[in-house]
């Protein structure tokens, strides 16, 4: 038997061609598909990038008002992974991890629990540019900051680890919170669970989920080697996020993720709330 014949890729059917590169990547797919004519139009394929759409993404679509209108798979997946589309009455927005194809997701202000929100003496309403949505919260001043967002557990991609962050910026006069470190947390609960449970005070007294965060911009902060201190970073898109915390999703899970940022003590002003975003 001659071990140096080699099977021409190339000259297998196109649907076994694409079965092949269905197996692998997007980024794989995109780079296979400048080989030859032949493999393109397998890289290229809808039953290639059906495979790396979740399954979930054309009943999530339709919930959207602003749904790309693709008419090819491949054109569907890198219109999502560019440019997030708003769900379920613009309560949060729903894109894909370019790289992955996974579900990434961020819930508006306007549907966060913030504890005064609804008081015009604290926080406003404001719609501001280069956002994804139609309203951003705005801290007039408060001694009494909290957030907390929930998102049921099905909605993520099984198999994946996610992070959440909280998507903020200052305005120009904002101040305190370079002294005054928030309690961050993210943690699996039972579906309809309590907002009030944990109390803030559970929470400020420690454990496990506890850690702790300066929100302040990174060119305030004088010192950020502090012991498991969380830092903001600067996003693309002109935004900063903090890390609150991550979550395995396994798939299946019946319940809800709830994120969480604090803090009690101290006043504050000035803070832009735009929302948090789950990603994997």
Known sequence: MDMTQHLDFQALPEGCIANVISLTSPPDACRLS???????LAAESDAVWDKFLPPETHEILSHSATASA?????????SLSHTPVLIDDAAMSFSLEKWTGKKCYMIAAKCLRIAWGDTPQYWQWKT?????????AELQWLGWFEIRG?????????SI?????????????????????????????????????????????GGELKHTAILAHPERISNN??????????????????????????GGEEGELEMICCELIGSKSGIIVQGIEIRP
């Open 225 to 250: 080697e502090a012991h498991d201190q969380k830092f903001p970073s600067k996003r693309t898109d002109g935004w900063l996020e903090m890390k609150l915390g991550e979550f395995f999703c396994q």
């Open 150 to 158: 929930r998102i049921a557990t099905r909605m993520l991609s099984p």
């Open 161 to 205: 680890l996610y992070k959440a962050y909280l998507v903020y910026k200052f305005t120009e006069g904002a101040w305190g919170f370079e002294n005054n470190p928030m309690v961050v947390a993210v943690s699996a609960r039972a579906y309809g669970f309590d907002y009030e449970c944990p109390t803030l005070s559970e929470m400020l007294e």
């Open 70 to 78: 693709a008419k090819f798979k491949k054109e569907l997946y890198m």
């Open 128 to 136: 501001l540019p280069n956002t994804r949505f139609d309203e951003v």
């Open 34 to 40: 400048v080989l030859s004519r032949v493999i393109k």
